[in-house]
């Protein structure tokens, strides 16, 4: 049994452009652009039986990259006195569960798309989620590998072109403690992420976004963000801090991407959903 709003027809078009000029910092170097042009998909009925949250609550207490507070809250407003509630949020654009958008790596003329450019048809996407729970826990820098994703193509048949991958390392059960950002005492920290060769296998797939339990793309010990340099100036998109993806199967679901609409933001805090 459906839902409410199961039969929603839902488009996906995968429409994304990516330029790379001469992107420096962090010991990378300039690499040649993957180019996508925009292809309509036809429209199909999607049905699903559960909507599942992978966004954690933000808070001002949410672990971050740099290890400070990155989100203020502050009443503005109150009901006893003015009638209405509203708050102001002081916030970075890269907090809690959100999006990084290809502008976030790429040089501002460079022309890669800002969160607010990125195509709504490729924000409802095909889901696919990689298991590295045990070799996350016997790695905490693991990085998916393409290996990775041939056995997991083996197990659950071709990951559809336009489709977001996930990473699910179980690090999402760490928000919350100290193990989540596992910085040792000089500062270094140690979590999962993607490989360059997993993502570089992913662009020749055509897929459109990768997603990571983490606070980053890259794993933790990365020195040159090999994969912040490479995925996103590509004119990809990536999802970072996500939750609860062992609620979700590994094939078969919908993600759609509540990402915000801010002109020249390279990313925000996004609501995330699964249609499973």
């Known amino acids: 049994m459906c839902v409410p709003g199961c039969q929603e027809f839902i488009t996906r078009k995968l429409s994304r452009r990516g330029f790379f000029k001469g992107v420096g910092g962090l010991g990378a170097t300039a690499a040649a652009a993957t180019v996508f042009q925009a292809s309509a998909v036809p429209a199909r009925a999607a049905t699903f039986t559960a909507a599942v949250d992978l966004t954690h609550v933000l808070a001002p207490d949410f672990p971050t990259f740099p290890g400070i507070p990155a989100i203020e809250i502050k009443p503005k407003y109150v009901i006893d006195k003015d009638g209405y509630n509203l708050n102001i949020w002081t916030l970075e654009e890269h907090v809690g569960t959100h999006m990084d958008a290809p502008l976030h790596f790429s040089k501002a003329d460079?022309?890669?798309?800002?969160?607010?450019?990125?195509?709504?048809?490729?924000?409802?996407?095909?889901?696919?989620?990689?298991?590295?729970?045990?070799?996350?826990?016997a790695d905490p820098n693991y990085m998916v590998t393409a290996d990775d994703i041939a056995a997991f193509e083996a197990a659950n048949g071709a990951i559809p072109a336009g489709a977001c991958v996930a990473m699910n390392s179980g690090w999402s059960s760490k928000v919350g403690t100290p193990g989540f950002r596992n910085a040792d005492a000089?500062?270094?920290?140690?979590?999962?992420?993607?490989?360059k060769a997993a993502t570089d296998a992913l662009s020749a797939k055509n897929v459109v976004g990768i997603a990571v339990d983490t606070l980053s793309l890259d794993p933790g010990n990365s020195k040159d963000f090999a994969v912040h340099y490479s995925w996103l100036p590509s004119g990809h998109w990536g999802l970072e801090c996500v939750a609860n993806l062992d609620d979700v199967p590994a094939t078969g679901s919908t993600l759609v991407v509540g990402a915000p609409k801010v002109k020249d933001g390279t990313g925000g805090p996004s609501r995330l959903i699964a249609l499973v």
Request: glycine letters at 10%.
């Open 110 to 137: 460079s022309g890669a798309q800002s969160v607010a450019e990125i195509p709504v048809g490729s924000l409802v996407v095909p889901l696919c989620v990689i298991d590295v729970k045990a070799k996350a826990a």
């Open 186 to 195: 000089a500062g270094a920290m140690s979590f999962p992420g993607f490989s």
